[in-house]
């Protein structure tokens, strides 16, 4: 799992990927988002049709305010650079498998 640390490697791993990518907005103050942690880095060892990557929204928030994150977790699929979908809140694994392979 990826943790992105700037705009620019934003740019680079998210919106110029040739993958798929998962992009989880975060906050270290957020419980839900503490219990989802480990469930992406299961996701993101499993699987190799989409990147997993982390945002901590404190870090970036203006990341977090270009795509309008109002609420933490916040999960945005995301591909050819572009949001395709989004969760809000803690969901199982099986439930992010599923939403991940909707995607398609």
Do not use: H
């Amino acid at each position: 799992m990826k943790q992105i640390q700037n705009t620019d490697e934003f740019d680079s791993e998210v919106l110029k990927s040739e993958k798929p990518v998962v992009v989880d907005f975060f906050t270290e103050w957020c419980g839900p988002c503490r219990a989802l942690a480990p469930i992406l880095e299961e996701l993101s060892n499993e699987r190799d049709d989409v990147v997993i990557a982390k945002v901590d929204a404190g870090e970036l928030a203006d990341l977090a305010q270009k795509y309008n994150v109002m609420a933490f977790p916040t999960l945005m699929y995301f591909k050819g650079g572009e949001v395709v979908s989004n969760l809000t809140g803690l969901r199982s694994k099986d439930a992010l498998s599923k939403w991940i392979d909707e995607q398609g």
